[in-house]
């Protein structure tokens, strides 16, 4: 891991993953991740998509055996649509990726949400739609800070 990371003027490549299911709000969380991301010089981002959450960790771990990432960021949103499956997949994503991240020792940041009631309401997508551009923002700031204390560890 740590070779993935040595200098700060080194370019870092940074996975993307999101989940398709709710696109309209997901792509928020990407699109602000981009923007933040942009301001870094040293970051180029490379974006995969997946069906939905439950398929996140796989592609994780196989992105990172590659070698080729200094990081990896999940997105997506799960949802209960009138089923409780939603707890168990979202624990089930949340776990895959924290193995991910201790069996390959790189980082994986999560903005995998599931709402406790969501519904398709304009109110409840819109907001949504919003905390998803904080919450890209969020995973950008975490990312960057991570691989800079990480780079630090190679000095």
């Given at each position: 891991?740590?070779?993935?990371?040595?200098?700060?003027?080194?370019?870092?490549?940074?996975?993307?993953?999101?989940?398709?299911?709710?696109?309209?709000?997901?792509?928020?969380?990407?699109?602000?991740?981009?923007?933040?991301?942009?301001?870094?010089?040293?970051?180029?981002?490379?974006?995969?998509?997946?069906?939905?959450?439950?398929?996140?960790?796989?592609?994780?771990?196989?992105?990172?055996?590659?070698?080729?990432?200094?990081?990896?960021?999940?997105?997506?949103?799960?949802?209960?649509?009138?089923?409780?499956?939603?707890?168990?997949?979202?624990?089930?994503?949340?776990?895959?990726?924290?193995?991910?991240?201790?069996?390959?020792?790189?980082?994986?940041?999560?903005?995998?949400?599931?709402?406790?009631?969501?519904h398709s309401s304009e109110e409840h997508v819109s907001?949504?739609?919003?905390?998803?551009?904080?919450?890209?923002?969020?995973?950008?700031?975490?990312?960057?800070?991570?691989?800079?204390?990480?780079?630090?560890?190679?000095?």
């Amino acid at each position: 891991m740590i070779s993935k990371t040595t200098a700060s003027t080194d370019t870092q490549t940074i996975a993307f993953i999101q989940a398709c299911w709710h696109r309209d709000i997901v792509d928020r969380c990407k699109e602000s991740f981009l923007a933040d991301t942009a301001k870094h010089s040293n970051l180029k981002v490379e974006l995969f998509e997946v069906p939905g959450a439950f398929e996140i960790p796989l592609h994780a771990k196989l992105l990172a055996q590659t070698g080729k990432y200094a990081a990896i960021v999940a997105a997506g949103l799960v949802t209960n649509s009138g089923i409780y499956k939603h707890e168990y997949v979202a624990q089930s994503v949340i776990s895959g990726l924290m193995q991910v991240q201790l069996e390959t020792l790189t980082p994986i940041f999560s903005v995998v949400l599931t709402p406790h009631n969501f519904h398709s309401s304009e109110e409840h997508v819109s907001f949504f739609r919003e905390h998803f551009v904080v919450k890209g923002a969020e995973a950008a700031s975490a990312c960057i800070s991570t691989l800079e204390s990480l780079g630090k560890l190679g000095d």
